[in-house]
């Protein structure tokens, strides 16, 4: 079945540094991939999004490209601020009929200090 | 435009009591989509209805049913509650690509 594995956290960095949060993921055909994004008391919000192999999403700062050789949805960011404290959860979504099903990893804490 | 919107924002119950949560989706959306997030987890796809049936479902027992509306709006059924029901239920809404989430209900069972 479909996976997706995120790195353990969590993850403290402060202001200004460099973000990256790995996920992977496991599925049959062409799934889509996403980053949500969960403040404290909030439901999801869709960070950024990719539909096929080598695109690249990005959204307030943060990017991801679909590497499907490697199976892989990295999320980074180059400077990170106090309000992207948050968690972040990669997701995927199957294609075909099981369109907007999605699968989620654990999510990954981030903590960001002044 | 109001987002998705969800009722009640928290629920306390008992074992073996059943509860009813519900969804009112984005404007224009057609699709409502339940998911189960238990704390520190990932939320988990219990089902989905489009056109008032069930399209697909998650991993979830039958105990979990749901309903959706002619206005598209949604209900999820939980009978026979378990401790471990306990969790953020997430509804999501959507027509055709992008799902958007609502704030969620915290279950609370004792």
């Known amino acids: 079945g479909n996976s997706v594995t995120q790195m353990e956290g969590p993850v403290t960095l402060s202001e200004e540094a460099f973000l990256t949060i790995n996920c992977t993921y496991t599925?049959?055909?062409?799934?889509?991939l996403f980053w949500y994004v969960q403040y404290p008391g909030e439901g999801l919000q869709l960070l950024l999004k990719?539909?096929?192999?080598?695109d690249k999403g990005s959204n307030k700062g943060f990017e991801a490209t679909y590497r499907k050789e490697t199976t892989s949805f990295h999320l980074e960011k180059g400077s990170v601020q106090v309000s992207d404290s948050a968690v972040y959860f990669c997701a995927l979504s199957p294609g075909g009929t099981s369109y907007g099903k999605l699968t989620f990893g654990q999510g990954t804490i981030l903590t960001v200090h002044p | 435009d109001a987002g998705v919107t969800q009722s009640p924002t928290h629920l306390i119950k008992t074992r073996g009591q059943q509860v009813t949560l519900r969804c009112s989706p984005k404007?224009?959306?057609?699709?409502v989509s339940w998911y189960q997030q238990a704390l520190g987890q990932g939320p988990q796809f219990i089902f989905q209805?489009?056109?008032?049936?069930?399209?697909q479902r998650g991993n979830f027992p039958d105990r979990f049913s749901g309903h959706q509306f002619p206005n598209y709006s949604s209900e999820l059924n939980v009978n026979a509650l378990l401790l471990g029901d306990s969790a953020l239920y997430l509804c999501?809404?959507?027509?055709?690509?992008?799902?958007?989430f609502g704030p969620g209900t915290r279950l609370t069972v004792l």
């Open positions: 599925a049959t055909g062409y799934p889509s």
């Open positions: 209805y489009y056109e008032e049936e069930e399209r």
């Open positions: 999501a809404s959507s027509f055709l690509d992008e799902q958007f």
């Open positions: 404007s224009g959306h057609d699709t």
């Open positions: 990719a539909t096929k192999a080598d």
